[in-house]
């Protein structure tokens, strides 16, 4: 059974970087569209964007962000296929929030079946 | 990309079927039939529920039910319970690879 577990350091000061990882296990990595989605504080939820890898593309995989975020944010993997990370540079207290890992389905879906449990980060100096 | 537009709550009695909107544009709800559904509770992560605007993962309960027309997308809870309060999130491809959420509706079992 597949599982996803978000860790990150719970504090970072502005306008520093922030570095989340999502550890996957259980499953396969490929053909599945690897997410982060986050959730401010007694708010709704923002897709964040997603990596994609085939097998057959490079070990890097396809990315693609959500256009207000795209300046400050990558998505990646490590070559093992089992860690995602999330990079957010030059954040503001209008990123703090829970950040979810997800398994989105992919392009005949693009629903989210699987869920990290989540890691909130706070910003603050 | 403006976030889809969902009612801030809504209630019913035990037993009541309600119904929850999400509504979109031509660009994303409109265009596509790739809505989802999302279920969460106070301090849990998310559920899918509905997914490809109709279809329910397995183990979903048959008293959740979705449906579209034109730009707005539904959820029909019949026969609610207490354990079906909680937040409720619509989602929809937007084009160019790129998804877009509603702003969460609190449904309450009177």
């Known amino acids: 059974q597949v599982q996803l577990q978000e860790s990150g350091p719970g504090l970072v000061k502005p306008p520093e970087t922030l570095s989340l990882i999502c550890s996957i296990s259980?499953?396969?990595?490929?053909?599945?569209?690897w997410t982060w989605i986050r959730q401010p504080p007694g708010k709704g939820l923002e897709w964040i964007g997603y990596?994609?890898?085939?097998?057959?593309?490079?070990?890097?995989?396809?990315?693609v962000y959500n256009p207000s975020l795209k300046s400050r944010v990558t998505i990646s993997t490590d070559t093992s296929k089992t860690h995602l990370y999330l990079k957010m540079i030059s954040v503001t207290p209008a990123d703090m929030g829970v950040y979810f890992c997800?398994?989105?389905?992919?392009?005949?879906?693009?629903?989210?079946?699987?869920w990290g449990r989540g890691t909130m980060v706070t910003v603050s100096s | 990309q403006s976030a889809l537009t969902q009612p801030a709550s809504v209630s019913g009695s035990p037993g009541q079927s309600i119904t929850i909107s999400c509504t979109g544009t031509?660009?994303?709800?409109?265009?596509?039939?790739?809505v989802s559904w999302y279920q969460q509770h106070p301090d849990k992560a998310p559920k899918l529920i509905i997914y490809?605007?109709?279809k329910r993962p397995s183990g979903v309960s048959n008293r959740f039910s979705g449906s579209k027309s034109g730009n707005t997308a539904s959820l029909t809870i019949s026969g609610l319970q207490a354990e079906d309060e909680g937040d409720y999130y619509c989602?929809?491809?937007?084009?160019?690879?790129?998804?877009?959420f509603g702003g969460g509706t609190k449904v309450t079992a009177l």
């Open positions: 490809e605007v109709t």
């Open positions: 259980g499953g396969s990595f490929s053909s599945y569209y």
């Open positions: 990596v994609y890898y085939s097998g057959t593309t490079s070990y890097r995989g396809d990315t």
């Open positions: 997800a398994r989105d389905l992919g392009p005949s879906s693009r629903a989210f079946d699987l």
């Open positions: 031509s660009s994303d709800i409109g265009n596509y039939n790739l």
């Open positions: 989602c929809s491809y937007a084009g160019r690879n790129t998804v877009i």
